[in-house]
């Protein structure tokens, strides 16, 4: 079946433009999440949703950051006037949560590589 | 809170084995493991809950040491294929509403002919 899909897959904007990242999961996975990867780095874990709820927002990096999910499908992660420093993939990934959200395998997507002239 | 993977990067020869450690100073609730090749995305491996069992397929294990808050991946008679960054994700002990997949910086693995 269909793995998760991001869009755009590569995205260049100039600083202060606001950005949105968008992330389709696999068809009836309700746990969804949001990382950053920085070049040659390791994943920044940004926020994860169960259903259409964030429990914790506390990854996001600032408050130009947001993230929201409907219908229990979809979600983007939008960023505002964005930064240089903001430049990096971000990945989305997706899972069955049977009980707890973290004991599922993740399912990344490709990834939008973000660069902010 | 971020764990510590070791070593960061290693070579070896098709056909040898390979042990990459990651380490935490939290006590662990789950580890994840991923494999990640150059421009590609994290494919899942394994994971692991608390109670130190060990899984595994093929010539992939890992075990899980709840006392000394470590996880450790096992590659054995490595295959070409093999090759990639390596991420170990950690949860600490859960607390609904503040759970997080907290990742290693990766150990880099390259497998030659």
């Known amino acids: 079946g269909a793995g998760v899909s991001q869009s755009p897959s590569n995205k260049v904007t100039e600083k202060g433009k606001d950005v949105e990242l968008r992330c389709d999961p696999i068809?009836?996975?309700?746990?969804l999440y949001w990382y950053r990867q920085s070049l040659g780095q390791g994943l920044e874990f940004l926020i994860y949703f169960q259903g259409n709820s964030a429990p914790d927002k506390s990854g996001l990096p600032s408050d130009r950051f947001s993230a929201e999910r409907t219908g229990g499908s979809v979600s983007t992660l939008t960023i505002q006037r964005t930064q240089q420093e903001d430049s990096a993939v971000y990945l989305c990934a997706s899972s069955l949560a049977i009980g707890h959200s973290f004991d599922q395998p993740q399912h990344f997507g490709d990834g939008t590589r973000l660069s902010i002239l | 809170q971020q764990p510590v993977q070791s070593p960061q990067a290693v070579i070896l020869r098709e056909g040898e084995d390979a042990v990459i450690n990651c380490s935490s100073s939290k006590a662990l609730y789950s580890v994840h493991w991923y494999r990640q090749k150059h421009g590609e995305a994290p494919v899942f491996l394994m994971i692991?809950?608390?109670?130190?069992e060990q899984k595994g397929h093929e010539k992939i294990s890992a075990s899980f040491n709840e006392k000394k808050q470590q996880s450790s991946l096992y590659l054995t008679a490595s295959q070409l294929s093999y090759s990639g960054t390596y991420f170990c994700?950690?949860?600490?002990?859960?607390?609904?509403?503040?759970?997080?997949?907290?990742f290693g910086t990766g150990t880099r693995l390259t497998i030659i002919p």
């Open positions: 068809s009836g996975h309700t746990a």
């Open positions: 994700g950690t949860e600490i002990t859960p607390n609904f509403g503040n759970e997080k997949l907290t």
């Open positions: 692991l809950l608390k109670g130190g």
